[in-house]
């Protein structure tokens, strides 16, 4: 095949750090053993591969340049899973799934051996739960009752920690029930605590009729899916107030239309839409997967600095068949998958680095003519890749079941794909390419990176920088300052004409954020995964707007995130400084709004802590989800000191297992005098509160590697410590690329 010199590739730090950490070929040790450049080569070469094997005549050897040049220019990037495994044994190179669960135990643990085959290949699953029979509903064959929905999706869920996707991807899953479930309440609140089903996004499907109930606020019919009778009635408004509720108070569940996904289903006659894939973004039928690949905007320009779209015609052309043959050259994880896949053909192609590009048009994202760009952007990329794909119809056949596909009429031309187009969250990919992430706006101008002894690392956003130092403004202090402050739309330092250009996702409102969201599904195929982000303050009644606009605008769902609204979230943006002993404490994982039950068994470590009282004894324990509890043992002292100690002791114990950090026990303790100010032993203990707090400090010190491991998604980043991002749908780290959703 024909070899290319490579030039210097355009890409970051963090690009380089996220392909060396996750995409590049290893050895036995765990050394890349490709370059980047070798990478995008070999996954150039296997789709083009395709081009031989369906025998189109075309040369292989010059579109595998092509596809080359456009990876790594970086105006084009297929989901990671292609990345990761193009051109590698594994050979799995779609993202997205939907497997079907059925009544029965067989079914139901068969979707669970699937959905472990899937995840093994680096696949993220969507399922319905919503035909299993409600708890304690008759079961004929045995003579009991079942015990519902929620109690398989925790197996589920097991199954995924299990396998945890051999290291590189991470298992996801989204869990999602139909609104007149019997069991949709329990369905509800099943994720109120945050420590169970972690691998699972879970999303309510609405029905029309709910919601002409809710806008009535009338009842509607619960239905049984054994049998599909109702079996009561329930007040929509009140069901919709709970979603509310609990979407205000931890971001889960989101919505999805039902009634409407179908209305837009290409191919009724082959099954209906039940379920998606983790970000929402993708309805599936049963068995089928979406292979996702996004156009990087911000690269769409002329030298003028107007959007070119002579370039942007032929990327999306180029795309189009580089992920028509990306289904030809995927090894799919099971049967099913391989024929149903085939069988329709579908693609998402979508985009990122949409707000780069309006900050370089000089466009504020909430403007209406960012809105009305946004519409015809889309109608353009998904009109240029349906021709595309009658183009390869006419090259290579349409899709087998184009037969009574809504594409199948008089005079029509045959398509090869039944769906073109998506928006996906593209959150490591767009790390990759340096851009904003699908459609969102950014999510901070400045924000600090790391905190290490009170020095804060400040990053910023290279757009901003740029026209800060042009424009006579940029300094450390100035930067420093955003990241602290989180906004620049009150600093007066700033010109106005640049506080108003760059925007981020919480000085936009959750109506621009939904007018965004609408303007792309207009021209969207399948679905747009976006983040509509509120304020710590909003309301439960701001959420419901936002939910009732997206249901009138034409959405297929909706997913919100109120900042601050999980246990363990730490902020892009800075925090007021810390004294060293608070910041040495790092953030532990699965906090819970309820106090966890104490298991047989427990595991932990004591310290010894030289105080004015004599030696106490500081014993630490932990469960599976951290800090658990805390006691003490006083050496040779008795009544007043062993007794306070003790209470310190179950008052800090209480405090863990009711969800309170370690690091807030540790401020309220730490420096407490009582004896002479210098302190005893090598610690400098001044208190038995002082030496209980220093004796934290040391143990979380002692486990960081551990609890970072296991770190709750919404807080720190489990992997690296970074600030997780609520963006696309999904949880995103952009310092070492870890994704929820990935």
Known sequence: MKKTTTPAL????????????????????????????????????????AEVRLKTG?????????????????????????????????????????????????????AIKQTALIHKSGGGTGFSFSRIRPANDVVKSTSGV?????????????????????????GANMGIMRVDHPDIMDFIMCKRDQTVLTNFNISVGLTEAFMEAVESDSDYD????????????????????????????????????????????????????????????????????????????????TAKGTLDWDKLHHVVRTATRFLDNVIEVNNYPIPQIDEMTRANRKIGLGVMGWADLLILLGLPYDSAEAVALGAKVMQFLTDESRQMSRELAAERGPFPNFKGSIYDKKGAKPVRNATCSTIAPTGTISIIANSSSGIEPLFAVSYVRQVLDNDILVEVNPLFEKVAR??????????????????????????????????????????????MQAAFQTYTDNAVSKTVNFCNTASKEDVATVYRLAYQQGCKGVTIYRDGSRDMQVLSVGKKE????????????????????????????????????????????????????LFTTMGKAGGCAASQCEAIGRLVSLAWRSGVQARQAVKQLIGITCHKPAGFGDNRVTSCADAVAKAIMMHVAAHDEEHEKHSQVGGACPECGGAIEHEGGCCVCHACGYSECA
């Open 146 to 170: 079942s015990s519902g929905p929620l109690s398989f999706m925790k197996v589920f869920d097991s199954a995924t920690e299990t396998i945890k996707q051999g290291g590189t991807r991470r």
């Open 470 to 515: 042009e424009r006579g403004f940029y300094s450390p202090e100035l930067m420093k300052l955003i990241a602290q402050h989180g906004t620049i739309k009150d600093l007066d330092q700033i010109p106005e004409d640049v506080r108003r250009l760059f925007v981020t996702a919480h000085d936009i409102t959750p109506q621009d954020h939904i007018r």
């Open 58 to 110: 075309n040369d292989a050897a010059a579109l595998a340049d092509e596809f080359y040049r456009l990876m790594t220019s970086l105006e084009f990037l297929p989901n990671s899973p292609t990345l990761m495994n193009a051109g590698r044994e594994l050979g799995q190179l779609s993202a997205c799934f939907v497997l079907p669960v059925g009544d029965s135990l067989a079914d139901i643990f068969e």
């Open 578 to 629: 810390e004294s060293p002993a608070e910041a040495a404490v790092p953030m532990e994982s699965h906090k819970a709004g309820r106090k966890r039950e104490r298991p047989r068994a427990l595991k932990g470590s004591t310290y010894q802590m030289e105080t004015g009282c004599g030696p106490l004894y500081v014993t630490i324990n932990e469960d599976n989800n951290g800090l658990f509890e």
């Open 222 to 301: 619960i239905v049984n899916p054994r049998d599909k009778k109702p079996v009561k009635k329930m007040p929509a408004r009140k069901v919709f107030e709970h979603i509310v509720d609990l979407a205000w108070t931890n971001g889960e569940p989101g919505i999805i239309f039902l009634d409407r996904l179908n209305r837009f289903n290409p191919t009724p006659k082959v099954g209906e839409f039940e379920a998606t894939n983790p970000c929402g973004e993708q309805p599936l039928l049963p068995y089928e997967s979406c292979n996702l690949g996004s156009i990087n905007l911000a690269r769409m320009l």
């Open 10 to 49: 355009p890409l970051s730090k963090n690009a380089l750090t996220v392909l060396e950490r996750r995409y590049l070929k290893r050895d036995l040790d765990g050394k890349p053993v490709e370059t980047v450049a070798a990478m995008f080569r070999r996954v150039a070469e296997t789709i083009a591969e």
